[in-house]
């Protein structure tokens, strides 16, 4: 759904860009950046981990939001409204489908260094 082409990798802009939204929706679960090693929840996978540690870490980003527990409180702008009966469990995150390759450069950035 949200695969980069390879001409927006390296675009710092486009990564900038995903560095903010991370730190802004998913920094309350994990470590995000380097300069930031204290936020996020310890037993949560940093980005930083994921992107050097696993070889499908570029699958994982551009599907996270389909991965547990992300569908619980991940929408995006153009999906509809949730039931007011279903339960808020944590702050709704609303996301655009470009975030999604945003935070796919930012990793993608991450992994480079």
Known sequence: ???LP???LGDPALEDRGKALSKLHC???HVVAPDDRMSGISSTP???IMVKALS???DRFETFYARRPHPAH???D???ERPPDQPATIEEVMLKID???AIVAYAQSLAEN
């Open 99 to 101: 975030d999604i390759d």
């Open 56 to 58: 499908d870490w570029r």
């Open 78 to 80: 153009t999906d509809e």
């Open 46 to 48: 940093s980005f930083m």
């Open 1 to 3: 759904m949200a695969l």
């Open 27 to 29: 920094a309350r679960c």
């Open 74 to 76: 991940i929408r995006f």
């Open 6 to 8: 390879a001409i927006a």
